[in-house]
């Protein structure tokens, strides 16, 4: 046994040291250092008394190698330490005391480690770790036969109750408590070639897509970013990441500066919610030259699979340009360019037939391509992203079909189709059955939805009759089953035939149910927003002296009612965070802002119509404004919305609630309003303080002021402002 003051002879470990254990069992006199969510990360080194090392370990119950990733530090003896109460003694911890002993006892390792175990679709060396659950009370459920299960109690406990995490828990209430995961991103620029064609984009870590980030539900992310850009600053979004009580985590211009060029931010918040996301910059138009990446968050699923692809899938639009030079050549033209025109598609950041050499030229081999790899026989997971700056894709598999189990991070019960749509900003995971008597590979297509894209090359629309051409090839992956032909180029024909720009709302049945109350807790008439374009004369932009920008206004028949004028563009000043300027004379003063007292418990409705209302002339609104012809992915921050009615459709506030489904609607976090006159009427649970966006996620309109911020304040009965 090694001396009170030697640890030299020791192996070390590393773990984490939960807060309110540490804070009960040694009944600390003086306070702990802060805290983030419960977690306090203890560093010791071999030089520090032996029983201060105890002491954390002991309280803790945190033995051997948690996980691999983690950088929290508490270092102890690979063996652990064991206790008996009756010898007993106090120690002085400098500043405060503890009736803890120091006696110690070699204990087995793997007793005491708390639950490890790799999830399903990790890198090998991944694990997912519970310090605070034993190993001999708890195990992972998660198999190829019970997907539907996380976290169990191995047996009933003396009351006969058996408690555990699976996908009927509301994660919104109950999470299991993981560990820290520390992340370091570089952004910075880089040539690539992704469609045979070299652009200057921005990039995380040197890679398009960015890396794929992993964490398991309950987890906490720590990820410091570091600005290396030349000229710009940046922020980072985790997109769908509810962000509760961490709303300064959430990487946009209304919480947070930019991140200086040299410097770094650390954004520290944990993780709820389970399934498939992604991270990408908030700071203008950053992540359409490049700035996203993957954010997997493993968890139960609601239907049961074999295997999960080795990659998720990221299928976007990608202009050749830089976008923020392509932006302010379309935005600055006549009213009639309200979208930058895309070069090009790509999955994984690859083009396949459209790189340079494609339709019309020598066909491309398998290595354009992004290749997913299947096993006959086995049900395979995929994790479908759409990471692009403006389209709506419909993304179907030759001679397969979907089972879909989760939209936007929310669980729903699985349902079988053979297309999806995946607007900008939504995500989808499927299972795919590897048939058993499949061999060669497939064709894996994304289809510009008909109306929802804008590119160089045309528009596309499958109804413009049979004779129509594609501008860009709609094969964009493949799925490859091992046989002699694996490295030939598929030869397999589509059978879809819808690509209607919405999608099946009415499938999408939530696991974890919502029951809408039918009266909103704000009156319904208040939170009825239009979207439109609108042109402004504008002397600094050269010879057209016009700027054409969207925005997200409040019905102008009601104004007169709140004294208030929304026609005015969402402008944000980057050095002045909403976040900082809530309250005082610090405001901003050009911010309209509008008050709904409200109830935590309750639900909020919102309303976005896409049309003017009826016998409104653009005269009548200060400048020239025409009705919105497109649909709009619209992205909430810090909180799902229900879909509680979603029409191609004028929206009538006398006839329309009456159709509306209030019984465990859709549920997700980006919902499309439709163009041309229709209308999406959400609601959601004022119950997240902070300062959230709610904005159009094709980026071009982002950029161009289609957002909104919402303030929700944190104490019951104080109204909050949208």
């Avoid at 900082?580 to 935590?600: C, D, E, Q």
Wanted: one cysteine or more.
């Amino acid at each position: 046994m090694p001396g009170v003051n030697d640890l030299s002879d020791i192996p070390l470990t590393t773990a984490v040291v939960d807060k309110d254990q540490l804070q009960q069992a040694a009944h600390l006199q003086e306070p702990l250092p802060s805290f983030h969510h419960g977690v306090i990360i203890v560093d010791f080194d071999p030089n520090m008394r032996l029983q201060d090392v105890l002491l954390a370990a002991v309280i803790a119950r945190v033995y051997g190698n948690p996980d691999p990733f983690s950088e929290a530090k508490l270092e102890t003896p690979a063996g652990g330490f064991d206790w008996d109460p009756a010898e007993a003694d106090p120690i002085d911890h400098g500043g405060y005391t503890s009736s803890w002993h120091h006696k110690l006892h070699s204990r087995d390792e793997a007793s005491h480690s708390g639950l490890t175990f790799h999830p399903e679709g990790a890198p090998g060396n991944f694990r997912c770790h519970y310090p605070q659950l034993d190993p001999d009370i708890w195990e992972s459920c998660n198999r190829a036969n019970s997907r539907t299960c996380w976290l169990r109690m191995k047996r009933p406990d003396s009351e006969g109750r058996i408690y555990g995490y699976d996908i009927h828990t509301n994660y919104e209430v109950a999470a299991p408590t993981g560990v820290s995961r520390y992340y370091t991103i570089d952004v910075a620029t880089g040539v690539i070639y992704p469609d045979g064609f070299p652009k200057q984009a921005l990039l995380f870590n040197g890679t398009y897509p960015g890396p794929r980030l992993e964490a398991c539900w309950g987890d906490e992310l720590v990820i410091t970013v570091k600005n290396s850009l030349p000229n710009m600053g940046t922020q980072i979004h985790w997109h769908g990441i509810r962000q509760l009580f961490t709303n300064d985590m959430d990487g946009v211009a209304v919480t947070q500066c930019p991140i200086a060029r040299g410097h770094t931010f650390q954004y520290k918040f944990r993780v709820l919610q389970y399934g498939s996301t992604w991270y990408h910059s908030h700071y203008s138009l950053q992540y359409s030259d490049g700035l996203c990446g993957p954010l997997v968050i493993h968890g139960p699923a609601s239907a049961n699979y074999d295997v999960e692809a080795e990659q998720t899938l990221m299928v976007s639009d990608w202009v050749r340009d830089s976008a923020f030079s392509e932006f302010h050549q379309e935005k600055t033209n006549e009213i009639a360019k309200a979208n930058v025109k895309m070069d090009t598609f790509l999955l994984n950041g690859k083009a396949g037939m459209n790189a340079v050499g494609g339709p019309g030229n020598s066909p491309r081999d398998v290595e354009a391509y992004s290749v997913t790899r299947f096993t006959p026989g086995e049900k395979h997971r995929l994790r479908l992203i759409n990471s692009g700056s403006g389209a709506t894709f419909v993304v179907s598999i030759d001679d397969h079909e979907f089972t879909v189990i989760a939209n936007d991070l929310v669980p729903i019960r699985p349902y079988t189709t053979d297309r999806l749509v995946i607007a900008v900003g939504q995500r989808f995971d499927v299972i795919v059955d590897g048939q058993r008597d499949r061999t060669g590979n497939y064709w894996l297509r994304a289809q510009p939805a008909d109306g929802c894209n804008a590119f160089k090359k045309g528009v596309f629309n499958s109804t413009a009759g049979a004779n129509t051409t594609y501008p860009l090839d709609t094969r964009v992956g493949i799925i490859s089953y091992p046989s002699l032909r694996s490295l030939a180029l598929p030869t397999s024909l589509s059978t879809t035939t819808d690509f209607s720009c919405l999608d099946a709302q009415s499938s999408m049945v939530p696991v974890v149910p919502w029951t809408i109350a039918r009266e909103p807790l704000n009156p319904l008439s208040l939170s009825t927003f239009y979207n439109a374009r609108q042109t402004v004369p504008d002397q600094t932009l050269g010879q057209s002296g016009n700027y054409s920008h969207w925005l997200l206004r409040l019905d102008p028949n009601i104004e007169h009612q709140i004294g208030k004028s929304m026609h005015s563009p969402f402008w944000l000043d980057f050095s002045n965070p909403t976040l900082l300027n809530l309250t005082g004379a610090a405001a901003n003063p050009s911010y309209n802002i509008v008050y709904y007292p409200y109830r935590r418990e309750g639900f909020i409705y919102m309303i976005i119509d896409s049309s003017l209302l009826p016998g409104t002339h653009p005269s009548q609104l200060g400048s020239q404004i025409v009705p919105n012809r497109g649909a709009h992915p619209m992205h909430w921050h810090g909180t799902d919305v229900v879909i509680l009615g979603q029409s191609n459709e004028r929206f009538d506030p006398v006839t329309s609630p009456g159709t509306w489904n209030y019984e465990n609607p859709p549920r997700r976090d980006t919902v499309v309003v439709p163009g041309g006159g229709g209308y999406v009427a959400v609601a959601f649970r004022p119950d997240n303080p902070g300062v959230w966006l709610v904005h159009c996620h094709i980026s071009w309109h982002a950029s161009s002021g289609l957002a909104l911020q919402m303030v929700i304040q944190g104490e019951e009965g104080v109204e909050g402002g949208i």
